[in-house]
């Protein structure tokens, strides 16, 4: 099983419709996560981080975490064509220092 | 406050020669991570590096790769003897001590031919 999972689309959604990127890990003791936006061809850059159970919400960015079912997932309300891109979920674990580690990304495309 | 910085943006390689990859963390940061990024694939953990300790090297491959980060300069990462299969981007992350967001530099480009 990979350590952090996604699916890897794409996902398309129409202009002002909410997009919902999940993700799973493996690894119960991780306790930090983050999602990546990454452009084609630039770096990735971090949008949300999340640390604790439930909901943590952004501009129009929503992240929920669920350590039970070891479930992480953003939420991107009213979508804009500019939002189209590759999200990349990544989980921290512990290796004498925090690893980052990150799934192969969901590619959402939001069309006009 | 400069970002995490890579150089070079792109390097072009023959195959057999060296690559040398730079990255020059965001002040206060004292980790360093390296990642891979084959074309339409997602990032690969490679190092992770503590001034001048690596922590955890699990995703290096065993030959031709090694990475450093001195008390002083940037880290450095080295690829010796480079393969077709080694063309791809190579991202650099900074993170300071007390917090685990990390933060990407532009990434260099490696192509071998």
């Known amino acids: 099983q990979k350590e952090v999972e996604q699916n890897s689309g794409p996902l398309s959604v129409p202009e002002g419709a909410i997009a919902s990127l999940n993700c799973t890990y493996s690894?119960?003791?991780?306790?930090?996560f983050f999602w990546y936006r990454q452009y084609s061809g630039k770096s990735p850059e971090l949008i949300m981080s999340?640390?604790?159970?439930g909901d943590k919400e952004d501009g129009r960015f929503t992240a929920q975490l669920n350590k039970a079912s070891q479930y992480v997932s953003l939420l991107i309300r009213d979508s804009q064509p500019s939002d189209s891109a590759t999200y990349l979920c990544?989980?921290?674990?512990?290796?004498?220092?925090?690893?980052?580690?990150f799934g192969a990304g969901t590619r959402l495309f939001v069309k006009a | 406050n400069a970002g995490v910085m890579q150089n070079p943006r792109h390097l072009v390689r023959r195959r057999g020669q060296e690559a040398r990859l730079r990255c020059s963390p965001m002040?206060?940061?004292?980790?360093v991570y390296w990642y891979r990024q084959l074309p339409e694939e997602g990032l690969k953990f490679m190092v992770y590096?503590?001034?001048?300790?690596?922590?955890?090297e699990s995703g290096m491959p065993k030959e031709r790769f090694s990475a450093e980060f001195p008390k002083e300069g940037p880290s450095i990462l080295r690829i010796q003897q480079v393969v077709r299969g080694d063309s791809a981007a190579y991202f650099c992350?900074?993170?300071?001590?007390?917090?685990?967001?990390?933060?990407f530099g532009q990434g260099t480009r490696l192509t071998v031919v």
């Open positions: 992350a900074s993170s300071p001590p007390d917090r685990t967001e990390a933060f």
């Open positions: 690894d119960r003791v991780s306790q930090s």
């Open positions: 999340i640390y604790s159970n």
């Open positions: 990544a989980v921290n674990a512990w290796t004498g220092g925090f690893k980052t580690i």
């Open positions: 002040k206060g940061h004292s980790h």
């Open positions: 590096l503590q001034k001048e300790n690596i922590i955890d």
